[in-house]
């Protein structure tokens, strides 16, 4: 290789090695990042997963704030990448059926496929106490912040900022 090829070839990029202090778990579907912020309580692994036109957050608590490994949170997440389009497919459809009947909150012209696209999932947490916690960036509603708790025991709750900025939290 010439001289010229070494400076303009484009080369990829392989990823950073984890500095000496950092826990990295390392997965078929992606490289977690552990971190701890024990002031608000959060010990858990972090990944951002890139998909054809959006990027995902999602967050996979520890077993114990007292220990960095997280199997109950992984496992819980890969139930959910066993079927990942059906299960967005249903939280979009939760979401959009709740809206749909609050008919203040939906721009004129706007229907339920049009919202189905809209509805932009971006981020995901698995929680040690059984809780996972979806947001939304985009609804196709006069909303922000969106949400969605389904608790350990299967109820769910929706919380989301309308257009005046008020809070709202409903069980659904």
């Not at 957050?57 to 890969?78: M, N, Q, R």
């Not at 709740?98 to 939906?106: E, H, Q």
């Not at 721009?107 to 996972?132: A, H, I």
């Amino acid at each position: 290789m010439g001289l010229f090829d070494k400076l303009f070839s484009k080369k990829e990029k392989e990823p950073a090695a984890p500095k000496e202090d950092e826990i990295i778990i390392e997965k078929p579907y992606g490289r977690f990042k552990y971190f701890s912020s024990p002031n608000v309580n959060e010990y858990g692994y972090e990944i951002f997963i890139t998909g054809e036109d959006d990027e995902i957050d999602v967050y996979l608590d520890t077993d114990s704030p007292d220990t960095t490994e997280a199997s109950f949170c992984f496992g819980k997440y890969e139930e959910f990448l066993a079927d990942k389009e059906n299960r967005i497919y249903e939280l979009r459809k939760i979401i959009v059926e709740y809206f749909l009947f609050k008919p203040d909150m939906i721009p004129e012209g706007s229907n339920e496929e049009k919202m189905m696209e809209e509805t932009e999932l971006t981020w995901m947490g698995y929680f040690r106490n059984g809780d996972v916690q979806y947001g939304f960036y985009s609804v196709g509603a006069y909303a922000n912040d969106v949400l969605l708790t389904v608790k350990s025991d299967g109820s769910r709750e929706l919380k989301y900022r309308d257009y005046d900025n008020e809070e709202h939290i409903e069980k659904i």
